[in-house]
């Protein structure tokens, strides 16, 4: 099952540079882990925010939560989701 997710991170502003460069290295080879696993499949930046939209793919919402709970980061993310279905014409 395909998703589009949608998060803005907002770290901390009292948060260390040097905890920052952790979590941004951690939640880098997370997102590497999560690719080649399969689930992240594209990720596209937002222009002008620190918004990222992404396609993901998991056996079921469950499991796209448990990927999504598993980012480094994701205790200072606004996450959205909306589960996609396949289109008739590219059926």
Known sequence: ???????DTA?????????????K????ARAMELREAG???????VP????VVGLWEAPDAT??????????????MDVTVEALATHPQEA
């Open 39 to 45: 689930v992240l499949k594209r990720l596209w930046r």
């Open 25 to 28: 290295s951690a939640e880098r």
């Open 1 to 7: 099952m395909e998703f589009l997710v949608r998060f």
């Open 63 to 76: 499991a796209l939560h448990d990927a999504l709970t598993s980012l480094p980061q994701f205790p200072w």
């Open 11 to 23: 770290l901390p502003e009292t948060m260390t540079d040097e905890r920052r460069a952790e979590l």
């Open 48 to 51: 002008g925010r620190r918004a």
